[in-house]
Antibody
Framework: QVQLVESGGGVVQPGRSLRLSCAASGIIFSSYGIYWVRQAPGKGLEWVAAMSYDGSNKHYADSVKGRFIISRDNSKNTLYLQMNSLRAEDTAVYYC?????????????WGQGTLVTVSS | DIQMTQSPSSLSASVGDRVTITCRASQSISVYLNWYQQKPGKAPNLLIYAASSLQSGVPSRFSGSGSGTDFTLTISSLQPEDFATYYCQQSFSTSRAFGQGTKVEIK
C-alpha cells in the first residue's frame, strides 16, 4: 500500500522558518518526481516546488522562489521542504504528491497534508 | 508560465444529470492535461490523465477529452459521491499549474 505522510506543520511567526517532511512507503521512491502543492484555506491548489527523481532538477513557483528549498533523501525515502522567511500568505495545507515520470506526468499518489499557519 | 482557466467556477446539478466542466490552457499543452477530484478535508484524487485516460479504479461515468488548449471533463450521470471540487492540471511544463477549481453542488 502506497503511503505519503507529511509532517512538520504548525504555527509559526512571520519571518521564521519551518521544515516539512514527506515520508514515502510502498513505492520505488527514487524513481518518482516529487512535488509540494499547497492549498490556502478555502482556496484552490497551488504548485509550490518540484524535484526530479534523482534530485538533479529543482523548480519553484515564483511565490516561494528564494525562500523555500526542496530536497530529498532517497536512502530514507523522504522529501523535505525548508520554508524560510515565512509570510502570512504561506498559510496553507501543504501536500506532497508523487509523479511516476517515464512519460507518465500526473500525481497518482498524495499525502494527507500538513497545515502550516503563519501568524503572530 | 502556463495559466489554466476552468469554467464554471461552480455549478448546481441533480443526481443523474450529465455534467461538463471545461478547462482552457493559455498555450497549447498537447494532451498533457489531468483532472482531479477533491472532497472537503481530503487530498485530491486523480481521475483522468493525459486528457482522456481513466485512472485505474475510477468509475467509467467520468471521461475526458480535448487537446491543444481546450479540454473537457464529463460526468455522464452524476452520483451522490461525485459532489466535490474538480481541478484540471497541466503537465506540459514543470510548473504543473492547476485550474482554479469547479465546485459541483447538489441542486
Amino acid at each position: 500500500q502506497v503511503q505519503l505522510v507529511e509532517s512538520g506543520g504548525g504555527v509559526v511567526q512571520p519571518g521564521r522558518s519551518l521544515r516539512l517532511s514527506c515520508a514515502a512507503s510502498g513505492i520505488i521512491f527514487s524513481s518518482y518526481g516529487i512535488y509540494w502543492v499547497r492549498q490556502a484555506p478555502g482556496k484552490g491548489l497551488e504548485w509550490v516546488a518540484a524535484m526530479s527523481y534523482d534530485g538533479s532538477n529543482k523548480h519553484y513557483a515564483d511565490s516561494v522562489k528564494g525562500r523555500f528549498i526542496i530536497s530529498r533523501d532517497n536512502s530514507k525515502n523522504t522529501l523535505y521542504l525548508q520554508m524560510n522567511s515565512l509570510r502570512a500568505e504561506d498559510t496553507a495545507v501543504y501536500y506532497c504528491a508523487a509523479e511516476p515520470g517515464g512519460g507518465d506526468y500526473y500525481f497518482d499518489h498524495w499525502g494527507q497534508g500538513t497545515l502550516v499557519t503563519v501568524s503572530s | 508560465d502556463i495559466q489554466m482557466t476552468q469554467s464554471p467556477s461552480s455549478l448546481s446539478a441533480s443526481v443523474g444529470d450529465r455534467v461538463t466542466i471545461t478547462c482552457r490552457a493559455s498555450q497549447s499543452i498537447s494532451v498533457y492535461l489531468n483532472w482531479y477530484q477533491q472532497k472537503p478535508g481530503k487530498a485530491p484524487n486523480l481521475l483522468i490523465y493525459a486528457a482522456s485516460s481513466l485512472q485505474s479504479g475510477v468509475p467509467s461515468r467520468f471521461s475526458g477529452s480535448g487537446s491543444g488548449t481546450d479540454f473537457t471533463l464529463t460526468i455522464s450521470s452524476l452520483q451522490p459521491e461525485d459532489f466535490a471540487t474538480y481541478y484540471c492540471q497541466q503537465s506540459f511544463s514543470t510548473s504543473r499549474a492547476f485550474g482554479q477549481g469547479t465546485k459541483v453542488e447538489i441542486k
